[in-house]
């Protein structure tokens, strides 16, 4: 059974930074695209970043990119989203997401909430 | 980006109902175009893809049709379970999008 678990979401400062990190099982993380999708409360779904299999490919949505970087561990069957620079509007909750070919998330986690708030 | 607008925003049915959901793109996706639907508290579930296939599992009275710009979700007999928010998504270009949701209600 596939299986995708966020964590390290939490409440942070403005400016802050925060890491997030999903561990996959039952499957072959190593072949798989990866992405990260949030939601803001209450809001609708917002694609921010994907990692190709290999990790050569990257991209970012416009919102994130230069304070978000997405990263993966194939070893460790990982996945990460480093994020600084933390503002109001990325209140959300993280969810990682399997792709079943470019940008069609298959599975998902069952998400982190992440809070920027003083 | 693509804009994705889904119609209506929310919708009242009862058990039984067949339920059409729409969804236009801004400019053409072909076929790249999928279906997600999220209860309450829960991560979206993946429905539809490439505009009409049926993910496994996924009960046969939900089908979804179109190509282009214009897009359906139906349900053909709506039961207790399927009340939720349903989103559509682009996979054509970067960055994929989603629509702004459909709640089904009661």
């Known amino acids: 059974e596939v299986q995708l678990v966020e964590s390290g979401g939490g409440l942070v400062q403005p400016g802050g930074s925060l890491r997030l990190s999903c561990e996959a099982s039952?499957?072959?993380?190593?072949?798989?695209?990866m992405n990260w999708v949030r939601q803001a409360p209450g809001k609708g779904l917002e694609w921010i970043s994907y990692i190709e299999s290999d990790g050569s490919t990257i991209y970012y949505a416009d919102s994130v990119k230069g304070r978000f970087t997405i990263s993966r561990d194939n070893a460790k069957n990982s996945l990460t989203l480093q994020m600084k620079s933390l503002r109001a509007d990325d209140t959300a909750v993280y969810y990682c997401?399997?792709?079943?070919?470019?940008?069609?998330?298959?599975?998902w986690g069952q998400g982190t909430l992440v809070t920027v708030s003083s | 980006d693509i804009q994705m607008t889904q119609s209506p925003s929310s919708l009242s049915a009862s058990v039984g109902d067949r339920v059409t959901i729409t969804c236009r793109a801004s400019?053409?996706?072909?076929?790249?175009l999928n279906w997600y639907q999220q209860k309450p508290g829960k991560a979206p579930k993946f429905l539809i893809y490439a505009a009409s296939s049926l993910v496994s599992g996924v009960p046969s009275r939900f089908s979804g049709s179109g190509s282009g710009t214009d897009f359906t979700l139906t349900i053909s007999s709506l039961q207790p379970e399927d009340f939720a928010t349903y989103y559509c998504q682009q996979s054509y270009r970067t960055p994929p999008t989603f629509g702004q949701g459909t709640k089904v209600e009661i």
């Open positions: 400019q053409s996706v072909s076929n790249y």
């Open positions: 997401a399997r792709d079943r070919s470019v940008f069609c998330y298959e599975s």
């Open positions: 039952g499957f072959t993380f190593s072949r798989y695209n």
